[in-house]
Nanobody, 128 residues
């Protein structure tokens, strides 16, 4: 069983930065695909970014490209999401997700049902 625990959310002002963490435990995950999704009130869960743990290959949603950066720390078994130049529209609960399959390069990355494991989520609120 894989367990994901997010942390690092909070209340910030527009233009500020935050770094989210996703601590991974359980089965060996060196071949896993990791992703961040977010969900705002009344909206569907939205893909943010994906990373293949072994190769470091990434793919970003257009809405965050150039502002957000995903990275992994093998020693700490943790995936990070550095969020810069935050906007009010970035306000959402952010979720970490994992899958043992590789689909960084195809549209399955956008589909939350393709991911087997989820964290509990961390709230990010950006005030204007």
């Amino acid at each position: 069983q894989v367990q994901l625990v997010e942390s690092g959310g909070g209340l910030v002002q527009a233009g500020d930065s935050l770094r989210l963490s996703c601590a991974v435990s359980g089965r060996p995950f060196s071949s896993y695909t990791m992703a961040w999704f977010r969900q705002a009130p009344g909206k569907e869960r939205e893909f943010v970014v994906i990373i293949t743990w072994s190769s470091g290959t990434t793919y970003y949603a257009d809405s965050v490209k150039g502002r957000f950066t995903i990275a992994r720390d093998n020693a700490k078994n943790t995936v990070f999401l550095q969020m810069n130049s935050l906007k009010p529209e970035d306000t959402a609960v952010y979720y970490c997700a994992a899958s043992p399959l590789f689909f960084t390069y195809d549209p399955r990355r956008y589909d939350p049902s393709r991911y087997d494991y989820w964290g509990q989520g961390t709230q990010v609120t950006v005030s204007s």
